[in-house]
């Protein structure tokens, strides 16, 4: 009996993790490595993690110990550790996932290697259409992945569970049965005991289509992948803890597109912690076609999502607009909580910025002068009349992050006097002037 094992997933001289069970898939797993180990000069480590979740579980560990023993192959166990008010089979495959991942990098292993087949496969997914997922999560468990900076393989990925199971009895492989398979209080036993063998009766060759299906998935993804990699490339700024969509060219995308740029943003900004449901996703694209100039979302405690006009925003956490107000009781300066600098002086000030000049009769009627944010009832003088502080802004299209921290500056009387590059009133010249100098950091004047 030949094996389907993907060798191109092994070079020579790897130094590889092989994660055992002890059941079937994962012996002959091992097996045939222990077969091929010579040839290409490989150096084999067996890791094993106890769940303690049956009475047969410390055996499980022994037996594999036992064959690791056997076989010469170093062999190191791990104990799930409980936590309480989680999924248990996320959370076990997350603690499994590091700590072999910590154990690869002690030996100095460059692989994973885990016992997933054609079974698995088809079972993964079958259970990600009926639940949902994203274009790559349809595709299925991928032959070759990274988990950090280390490689994970599915060598057996193509191959049969009923294939495995001849190897097993024609080399007379032991191995341990897990007695919670045969059951179907988990939602992945249902699937295998249920829905795949009714879909084998339908066509025996259905599991070859779902490996069809996933070579065909995988391929269209890396196409999307590429293509999203150029635009997040040319067109997404990384700024400070933020990261900008220019959204005039974001609608030319592709929906599928658009939505994968979305998605990789998320995983950026949220190193891989925050997962996107579909009605998120759905809802920011909705964002993004609104005519309303600013919206924003909170996808969690940690992230969120916020159009400002032609710009999308994706924040590791929210903007925090809090009121601030300085006096100044003569001419001076001050620096804002976001480090900008307000200069107010008798003469100009050599820099690039922002200069207002304004002339006064009398300065004891402007000082002090009170330099803040925005307020509910700010209002401009004009000519023609009065108009909200906040109309002023929509018609100038200001961003909603620029609205709470742009300064204003009030006279002894509270009248707003100036919001640099944004409104001054009219003044008539006479002998006293007034500089209003408003810098983005901080400069020397």
């Known amino acids: 009996m030949e094996l389907q094992f993907n060798l191109s997933l092994i070079a020579p001289n790897d130094s590889l993790v092989i994660a055992t069970s002890g059941g079937v898939d994962s012996m002959v797993l091992l097996h045939y490595l222990k077969t091929i180990q010579t040839k290409y000069s490989l150096k084999l480590y067996v890791a094993h993690m106890n769940h303690h979740k049956r009475d047969s579980s410390t055996s499980d560990q ?83 992945s990274n988990y950090k900076d280390l490689t ?6 193509h191959e049969t569970k009923e294939n495995i199971y ?66 997040m490339t040319k067109s ?3 700024k400070e803890d933020k990261l900008l969509i220019d959204l005039p060219s974001f609608t030319h995308l592709e929906t599928i597109l658009q939505k ?49 006009y032609d710009l999308l925003y994706f924040e590791q956490k929210k903007h925090l607009s809090n ?25 100009p000030c050599n820099y690039d910025g922002k200069t207002t000049l304004l002339w006064y009769n009398n300065l004891d009627f402007i000082f002090p002068v009170t330099i803040r944010n925005r307020r509910k009832k700010d209002t401009l003088v004009y000519d023609f009349g009065t108009k909200k502080l906040k109309d002023v802004f929509i018609d100038k299209k200001i961003p909603m992050l620029s609205r709470n921290q742009l300064p204003i500056i009030l006279n002894k009387s509270n009248e707003i006097i100036c919001i ?18 408003y810098l983005k950091g901080i400069n020397p004047c």
């Open 260 to 308: 994968e740029v979305i998605k990789t943003c998320v995983n950026k900004i949220s190193n891989n912690q925050t997962e996107l449901s579909s009605i998120n996703t759905d809802f920011i694209l909705s964002m993004v076609y609104s005519q309303k100039p600013n919206m924003n979302l909170r996808v969690d405690e940690h992230l969120f999502v916020t159009k400002s």
């Open 420 to 437: 640099p590059g944004i409104y001054q009133p009219k003044t008539i010249d006479t002998d006293m002037k007034l500089y209003i100098h």
């Open 166 to 231: 001849l190897y097993q009895k024609e080399h007379n492989i032991e191995f341990v049965e897990d007695e919670s398979n045969q059951k179907d209080d988990y939602t992945r036993n249902r699937y295998r005991h249920q829905v795949i063998p009714f879909l084998k009766e339908e066509n025996p060759k259905a599991l070859e289509k779902f490996d069809q299906f996933s070579i065909i998935m995988n391929e269209a993804y890396q196409l999307i992948e590429q293509l999203t990699n150029s635009y």
């Open 323 to 347: 009121d601030y107000s300085f006096e100044l009781l003569t001419f001076g300066e001050v620096i804002l909580p976001n480090n900008d600098k307000i200069i107010i002086s008798q003469n």
């Open 62 to 144: 022994i037996f594999v110990e036992k064959y690791a023993s056997l076989w010469g192959v170093s062999f190191q166990s791990f104990d799930y550790v409980k936590m309480s008010d989680i999924n248990f089979h996320h959370d076990a495959r997350m603690q499994r996932m590091n700590r072999f991942y910590d154990y690869a990098n002690a030996v100095g292993a460059t692989k994973i290697v885990f016992a997933h087949h054609l079974d698995d496969q088809a079972e993964t997914i079958l259970m990600r259409i009926t639940r949902g997922s994203s274009f790559k999560g349809y595709a299925g468990i991928k032959e070759e």
């Open 236 to 238: 997404v700024i990384q």
């Open 152 to 157: 994970i393989i599915h060598p057996l990925l």
